[in-house]
Every structure is written in C-alpha cells, then in structure tokens.
C-alpha cells in the first residue's frame, strides 16, 4: 500500500514570505495527487490536483501554485503568503480502480 | 452537481453506548463511490471504508458498520459500543471516480465519546 510523506509537520512563515511544502510518495507508482487545505471549522478544500508529471489542475483560484517535478513528488508554493493562507495542509494520493485516496500527516501553517 | 452532507456537526456520547453518523449525498452520475474517513486529534485523516454504488451490500468491520440506501441517498455509519479512543472528526465523501477521481467532503462530525 502507499504512504504519502509530508513536511514540514507544522510552519510559521511571516506574512510576504515564501512557501514550499513537500510531498513524496512510497510504494506505488503514477499516483494521482492532491492538495487539500483545511481551515478552521474542519471543512477540507481541494486545492490541485495532478494526474501526472506536469499536469496541474486548480479548483481554486488563489495565492498558491502547485508543481509534479516527478512521478512521486508533488509540491505547494507561493511567492508571497497572507494571513488567510493559513490552515492545515493535507497532500492525498490515489492509483488505479481502487478510487480511495490515503492522506500524508499534514503541514499546519501559520501565517502572522 | 455534486454534495455531501453531513447534518450533525456535533455528537457526545459515553462509552459504550452506540452511535450513528449520517450522510446523505447528490450526485446525478449512475457510477459513484461513497466514502468515510475519520480524523482524530493528530490530524491525518485515516480511511475506513468506500462503497461502490453498484453495491448496497452492508458491510461490517467489527464495531464499525455502514448502511448504503440508494433510495433515500444515504450512507450512514454506525459504531457499537462506542470507546474513547473513537473520538474524532468522520468525514463522508463522494467521488465519481474516473481519472481524476476528485473526492467531495462533507462538512464533518465531531463524535465526542466520554468515559
């Protein structure tokens, strides 16, 4: 089964700062991808997804961007964060017919 | 378009008592898959279980159980003899699958058991 590893587990950035999150995969291979983010109130957004190297699809017009250099990576950047980037990161990937998607153990992000 | 709801935002309950998480769901796509995830304290959202919507079978997992009702667009969960180590948020979600297989999720319910 597959393993989804994330970091860093939590993040304070200051408000203007950079942001890249990491997220590898373990034991399998052409996952599809997924950024998540959750606020407070627990509701979990889609942020990008990936169904392979390059392809990046946005459901949210925003301050992030994501990027797949290679088949098990899949990573969340922006230039420039604002308060209301913070939230709780969670990367998720999916194979084959099997539909459910594992989730990796999250980046909680603090802006200030 | 495609919703998932899950009306009960909170739900206390002491130990061992049993209880029952609802989802109802809209979706106008024959092929579907209906899931439940839960998220305890930590944070990582662990899955339990999907369910095809060309299977009403229900299905059991020792204290867990999930009742899929295609007429009233239900899948709801139950746990028996509930413990404290089931407290968490359950997340019930809908994805049509294909290759993109996006997942939509509820809103989610805080099951609060007390010893």
């Known amino acids: 089964s597959q393993t989804i590893h994330q970091w860093p587990a939590t993040l304070v950035q200051p408000v203007g700062s950079p942001l890249s999150l990491e997220c590898t995969v373990e034991?399998?291979?052409?996952?599809?991808l997924y950024w998540y983010r959750q606020a407070a109130g627990r509701g979990l957004q889609l942020l990008f997804y990936?169904?392979?190297?390059?392809?990046i699809s946005s459901e949210v017009p925003q301050n992030l961007s994501a990027s797949r250099p290679q088949d098990r990576q899949f990573i969340l950047s922006s230039k420039k964060l604002l308060l209301s980037d913070s939230g709780f990161y969670l990367c998720?990937?999916?194979?084959?017919?099997?539909?459910?998607?594992?989730f990796g153990p999250g980046t909680r992000l603090t802006v200030t | 378009a495609q919703k998932v709801t899950q009306a009960q935002t909170e739900i206390s309950v002491v130990e061992k008592e049993d209880v029952t998480l609802d989802c109802v769901y809209e979706?106008?796509?024959?092929?579907?898959?209906l899931f439940w995830y839960k998220q305890p304290p930590s944070g990582e959202l662990v899955f339990l279980i999907r369910?095809?919507?060309?299977?009403?079978q229900n299905e059991i997992s020792g204290r867990y159980s999930w009742n899929f009702q295609k007429s009233t667009s239900s899948f709801n969960f139950t746990i028996t003899a509930s413990q404290v180590v089931d407290s968490a948020v359950y997340f019930c979600?809908?994805?049509?699958?294909?290759?993109?297989?996006?997942?939509?999720f509820g809103t989610g319910t805080l099951l609060a058991v007390q010893p």
């Open positions: 998720a990937g999916s194979t084959g017919s099997s539909y459910e998607q594992y």
């Open positions: 990936s169904v392979g190297i390059g392809q």
């Open positions: 369910r095809n919507s060309f299977d009403e």
């Open positions: 979600a809908l994805s049509e699958g294909g290759a993109t297989n996006k997942l939509i």
């Open positions: 034991g399998t291979s052409n996952p599809n």
């Open positions: 979706t106008r796509d024959t092929t579907y898959y």
